[in-house]
């Protein structure tokens, strides 16, 4: 491994909250020593970022890689390299594949294919419940001692509120995260919009904030109950951020997180039936986007997420209410949150602390900072190169993302894992 010396460079620290110029140096994939002023003599490889930001490597919880089954939708090596270009030094995966990976014999296949193909470090989370089908819980114990992270059902919500319990119960015994799509499932069924008058004009089938409300205080009462570790995946209405304040301010041990297109994106970016921008949960209001946007910022909102959901051109290319949700966004993550920095709204320790310290925190893993001892997980780049999105340049297989002909800012130069620069812009 190289160790190098990296000097001019605006260090973004979320763990101190500081945007500060100095130097780090990296030595055995760890950072070694860093500081502010001049640099010292170094005899070994030396970068001058130019006055570029160096910061901890985004940690990207709740990514789809679709291998097993949809694997031309996207792979672990075609995931990798659009999560490297894009400063995602470690993504956390999601277990809703065909078949999901609910055993340790499926989890043991996908973490072979990930070291095999990914440049970047993969972290699979596993089902709560067989097949994903809420009915019956998975062997918890014997998943986490092959190798995973978390457990979800994804936006499958588990309705049996005992199995629910259980599971939670059973997750607490091992000391397992538990990761959950707050939603009423009854009231969310077939939803392809948020209630309200732009749904109505448009004749989409909708959803009241107030679901996601109504399964965020389901959960917290089983919270209560059980004491497990849990993190809810997506928080997108300011309805629910009452709740999540008072679990917090109540001692239980819940985090919240968000998606990147709820942050930048509202609910008349669908304009006419793009179904591009269909997601899940369906895009909100404006003034839900701001509630949340303020949730990040004072770090009730936990996690920022790209929510990466490739889908292929069939799925897409439907009327709106039949076309598949989700976008991708492992490239765009980094520039589509940047636009909050240069409108003022959250600066870059902020942001930072969201999508890099706060994940690996709530995982238990050591990266996501620029201390000395973490691992040299970093990404130096550009918050002001100026550019327009070209959805067919991405390295995704798929390439669905809201943001196609969009002017953004933001661009990674290097980016690196554990000292070695997995990316590099041309």
């Known amino acids: 491994m190289t160790d190098i010396l990296f000097t001019n460079a605006r260090l973004i620290d979320p763990e101190a909250g500081t945007d500060t110029t100095g130097w780090l140096q990296i030595s055995g994939g760890r950072i070694a020593k860093r500081g502010v002023g001049d640099a010292p003599a170094f005899e070994s490889q030396t970068i001058d970022c130019e006055g570029q930001c160096l910061a901890p490597g985004i940690v990207d919880i709740g990514v789809k890689v679709c ?46 294919r990930a070291q095999a193909d990914a440049p970047v470090n993969v972290l699979p989370m596993a089902a709560l419940t067989k097949g994903r089908e809420g009915r019956e819980m998975t062997e918890i114990g014997f998943l986490q001692d092959a190798g995973a992270v978390a457990f979800t059902d994804c936006d499958h919500v588990i309705t049996n509120t005992k199995v629910f319990s ?169 520039p589509a949150a940047l636009r909050l920095y240069h409108a003022g709204q959250l600066d870059l320790p902020t942001l930072f602390r969201a999508m890099a310290l706060n994940p690996a925190k709530r995982l238990g893993l050591e990266a996501g900072r620029l201390s000395e001892g973490a691992p040299a997980d970093l990404i130096l780049f550009d918050p002001d190169v100026p550019f327009v999105l070209d959805r067919f340049t991405l390295r995704s297989k798929s390439q669905n993302t809201p943001f196609d002909g969009q002017r953004m800012q933001g661009k990674v130069t290097v980016t690196y894992v554990a000292g070695q620069d997995v990316y590099r812009r041309a």
């Open 67 to 112: 291998e097993p089954g949809e694997r031309h939708k996207e792979s672990y090596k075609s995931a990798g390299l659009a999560a490297a270009a894009g400063g995602v030094t470690t993504i956390v995966t999601r277990p809703d594949t065909l078949p999901t990976i609910d055993t340790p014999e499926t989890l043991e296949f996908a973490t072979r």
């Open 166 to 334: 259980r599971a939670l119960t059973y997750a607490k015994s091992c000391g397992a995260l538990v990761i959950a799509h707050p939603q009423e499932p009854g009231l969310s069924s077939g939803a392809a919009a948020t209630s309200g008058k732009f749904a109505a004009l448009r004749g989409l089938p909708a959803v009241s904030p107030m679901s996601e409300r109504m399964g965020l205080d389901r959960d917290i009462a089983l919270l209560e109950m059980t004491g497990a570790a849990y993190h809810a995946d997506q928080i997108t209405t300011a309805r629910a951020l009452p709740a999540l304040e008072r679990a917090k301010r109540n001692g239980l041990d819940i985090t919240a997180g968000t998606s990147i297109h709820h942050l930048t994106l509202n609910e008349l970016d669908v304009a006419d039936y793009r179904t591009f921008f269909k997601v899940k949960p369906p895009l909100r209001s404006e003034d839900d986007r701001q509630a949340v946007i303020e949730a990040v910022r004072t770090g009730l909102i936990d996690t920022i997420s790209s929510m990466h959901t490739p889908q292929d051109e069939e799925s897409k290319r439907l009327p709106f209410e039949e076309a598949a949700s989700g976008a991708v966004a492992l490239e765009t993550l980094l």
